[in-house]
């Protein structure tokens, strides 16, 4: 069975950083491109980065770029998200996905980032 | 950015009968592979997003023939043949053609 399970999402004030972390097993993760996607009450879901199975080819959302990283650990099926230069609207629940098909087939069950002072 | 306009955001639905949400896309959805990105999820209260459709119209392992997807170019759409309560969720189209990704607003189905 297919798993995804987030981890790292906390309070954190603007201006500071979190590493969001996830970790897959039910599949061969080396195989996947794997996707953050995060989701807010005011703007629903939203694409925030993807990375192919070697981390060769990286994509960001313009707004996180420069200031979010993901990137993974093939040997301990794990994808990672380190985010810095948090701001107030950065708050949401992030979700890990694997992609397939040229989308998100199965998805995580979220983590919460609350940016606020 | 394509910018993916999902109608209606609100559908009440009598149980027992059809449902049809619209998804059109700002700019055409071929990829230049030759296919369409095309996606629908489904997310339930208090639960993540589940993917019913990709690519249009082919159906993920385990989601009822109820489920329909079609369209092309621009303009997409998602039937339910008839609408149990099981169905009552959000309803998001994704376009995954071009970068960046991007979703619909949200069509919230409930039972009226």
């Known amino acids: 069975e297919v798993q995804l399970v987030e981890s790292g999402g906390h309070l954190v004030q603007p201006g500071g950083s979190l590493s969001l972390s996830c970790t897959a097993s039910g599949f061969t993760f080396s195989l996947y491109w794997m996707n953050w996607v995060r989701q807010t009450p005011g703007k629903g879901l939203e694409w925030v980065a993807s990375m192919d199975q070697e981390g060769s080819e990286k994509y960001y959302l313009d707004s996180v770029k420069g200031r979010f990283t993901i990137s993974r650990d093939n040997a301990k099926n794990s994808l990672l998200l380190q985010m810095n230069s948090l701001r107030v609207e950065d708050t949401a629940v992030y979700y890990c996905?694997?992609?397939?098909?040229?989308?998100?087939?199965?998805w995580g069950q979220g983590t919460l980032v609350s940016v606020s002072s | 950015d394509v910018v993916m306009t999902q109608s209606p955001l609100s559908l009440p639905v009598t149980l027992g009968q059809p449902a049809s949400i619209s998804c059109r896309s700002s700019q055409s959805l071929a990829h230049r592979d030759g296919k369409i990105y095309m996606t629908w999820f489904q997310q339930r209260p208090g639960q993540s997003p589940r993917r019913l459709i990709y690519q249009v119209s082919k159906r993920d392992s385990g989601v009822p023939d109820r489920f329909s997807g079609s369209g092309s170019d621009t303009d997409f759409t998602l039937k339910i043949s008839w609408v149990e309560t099981d169905d009552v969720a959000v309803y998001y189209c994704?376009?995954?053609?071009?970068?960046?990704?991007?979703f619909g607003r949200g069509t919230k189905v409930e039972i009226k």
């Open positions: 996905t694997r992609v397939d098909w040229g989308s998100s087939d199965y």
């Open positions: 994704m376009q995954g053609s071009h970068w960046p990704w991007t």
